[in-house]
């Protein structure tokens, strides 16, 4: 059974840092493009970050700079580190798994990551 399970999400004052997890099991992960989207109320579910099976990252414009995309396939785990953190990055953050082969994707749950002063 696949399971994406996030964590890490909370509540953070503008310009500080969160670190996000996403712990997977139940597939290959090391052949899965792993994925950061973010959906705030009112607003479609948009990519935040992704990182390919070989490693190779990309980040929406917004979060240039400021994320970091990594992940561990020793430990199943992919990362979203925060910095910089802006009002406008309030949203519930998912974690999708994807394999472009077999067009096989995965989403986790979501955990919820307000920025507010």
């Known amino acids: 059974q696949v399971h994406l399970v996030e964590s890490g999400g909370g509540f953070v004052q503008p310009g500080g840092s969160l670190r996000l997890s996403c712990a997977a099991s139940g597939f290959a992960f090391s052949r899965y493009a792993m994925s950061w989207y973010r959906q705030a109320p009112g607003k479609e579910r948009e990519l935040v970050a992704a990182i390919t099976s070989f490693g190779g990252k990309n980040y929406a414009d917004s979060v240039k700079g400021r994320f970091t995309i990594s992940r561990d396939n020793g430990k199943n785990t992919v990362y979203l580190q925060m910095n910089s953190l802006k009002p406008e990055d309030m949203a519930v953050y998912y974690c999708?798994?994807?394999?472009?082969?077999?067009?096989?994707?995965?989403w986790g749950q979501g955990t919820q990551v307000t920025v507010s002063s």
């Open positions: 999708n798994a994807r394999e472009s082969s077999s067009g096989l994707e995965f």
